[in-house]
């Protein structure tokens, strides 16, 4: 196997992103039978980029959860907390960890250890507004390691660590490289219908959230917590 490293100037020549890296390291592949780019995460996303990064995680994470319960229980729920086939927490938290962490990189320890506390939090203060707007509880970690008030729990909040290391070193660049080669034009009608789309959705679910049996059944709790406490209104 043979390998090149370019430096910054060779890599500003064959217009590729520079970012803050002083190399980038080729390698050639007998399976594609060419030379191969290593993926540099040290990259400055654009604004396209990072919409499009947002859905494409908040995507991923409703399938991860309708998986999970299909795989759980047998059958498909939509788990989201909107209507449509997204969770925005995921999109936001993904989307915030690059953004925060884009010059902290190269501190792997430091970016998992920030990306635990970021998620964590952002992952209590949405529960906690979730149930005081819509009075609905979509998880409830009540009985697990080291949880909060039923928000988050230890457990939780590591997964999206080393869940943020994956989309900050990985799953970003990867899905970069291909936002790259497709036409820009197709790129902004994607975002124009997506953001679209998740806007009405949004708005909907405002007046009509997503609930039911294997979604919202930890809303019981917080009727039960309603008739004792004064201004909370019970939805049937």
């Known amino acids: 196997m043979t390998e090149k490293v370019y430096d910054l100037d060779d890599l500003r020549e064959l217009g590729e992103y520079p970012g803050v890296a002083y190399e980038q390291k080729y390698h050639f592949s007998r399976f594609a039978n060419k030379v191969v780019?290593?993926?540099?995460y040290h990259r400055n996303y654009t604004l396209l980029g990072y919409i499009l990064l947002f859905f494409a995680f908040s995507i991923g994470g409703w399938i991860w959860e309708v998986g999970i319960h299909v795989?759980?229980?047998g059958v498909f729920i939509n788990r989201g907390t909107m209507h449509g086939p997204w969770l925005p927490i995921y999109g936001f938290g993904g989307t915030m960890a690059i953004f925060?962490?884009?010059?902290?990189?190269?501190n792997q320890v430091g970016v998992f250890v920030g990306s635990v506390l970021m998620c964590g939090t952002a992952e209590y203060i949405t529960s906690l507004i979730i149930e005081k707007v819509q009075h609905l509880?979509?998880?409830d970690y009540n009985g697990y390691?080291?949880?909060?008030n039923g928000r988050i729990?230890?457990?939780?909040?590591?997964?999206?660590g080393f869940a943020s290391i994956m989309v900050i070193y990985i799953m970003s660049p990867f899905l970069d490289n291909i936002f790259q080669k497709l036409p820009k034009k197709l790129l902004i009608i994607a975002v124009v219908v997506l953001c679209l789309s998740f806007a009405a959705d949004f708005v909907y679910s405002l007046k009509n959230p997503n609930q039911g049996k294997g979604i919202t059944d930890y809303s019981v709790?917080?009727?039960?917590?309603?008739?004792?406490?004064?201004?909370?209104e019970i939805i049937e």
């Open 137 to 139: 509880k979509y998880w």
């Open 37 to 40: 780019k290593h993926r540099d």
């Open 71 to 73: 795989i759980e229980d």
């Open 221 to 232: 709790s917080v009727s039960q917590q309603a008739d004792t406490e004064p201004g909370i």
């Open 145 to 148: 390691f080291l949880n909060i």
């Open 153 to 160: 729990c230890f457990e939780g909040i590591v997964v999206f």
């Open 100 to 106: 925060v962490f884009r010059k902290h990189v190269d």
